[in-house]
Nanobody, 124 residues
C-alpha cells in the first residue's frame, strides 16, 4: 500500500547540516501520519519528529527541538527533515515511517510502514 524510499544522509562534522528525504508511493500520503525515528548501535528506535495530518501539527523530540525541522511536500509525495547544528550524539541510522493513524505518535511499533534507513554520522 505504501512504499517509502529514503535518500540523503552521510558524514558531517559537528555543527554541520544534513537534509534527509523520504519519498512515498501510494495515494494515501495526503492523509498518513509521517515520522522520523533513529537508531544508534545497541539502542532502541528513538522518536525524532512526526507530523499528524489530521491536526496539521509537528512534534519533535526534546533532543532535537530547535535544531531539526520536518517538512512535507505534498506535490512531490516527499517528507524531509532538515538537521542543523548536528552533534555527535545525533549519529544513528535514520528511518522514515508512516501510518494511517498511529495510536501513539512517539512509539516506533505503532507505525506500519518504514523506509530502508540511512546512516548519519557526526564527527567531533
Amino acid at each position: 500500500q505504501v512504499q517509502l524510499t529514503q535518500s540523503g544522509g552521510g558524514s558531517v562534522q559537528a555543527g554541520g547540516s544534513l537534509r534527509l528525504s523520504c519519498a512515498a508511493s501510494g495515494p494515501t500520503f495526503y492523509t498518513y501520519t509521517m515520522a522520523w525515528f533513529r537508531q544508534a548501535p545497541g539502542k532502541g528506535r528513538e522518536f525524532v519528529a512526526a507530523h499528524r495530518r489530521t491536526v496539521n501539527v509537528t512534534e519533535y523530540a526534546d533532543s532535537v527541538k530547535g535544531r531539526f525541522t520536518m517538512s512535507r511536500d505534498y506535490a512531490k509525495n516527499t517528507v524531509y527533515v532538515q538537521m542543523n547544528s548536528l552533534k555527535p550524539e545525533d549519529t544513528a541510522v535514520y528511518y522514515c515511517a508512516a501510518d494511517a493513524s498511529p495510536t501513539d505518535l512517539f512509539r516506533a511499533d505503532r507505525y506500519g510502514y518504514w523506509g530502508q534507513g540511512t546512516q548519519v554520522t557526526v564527527s567531533s
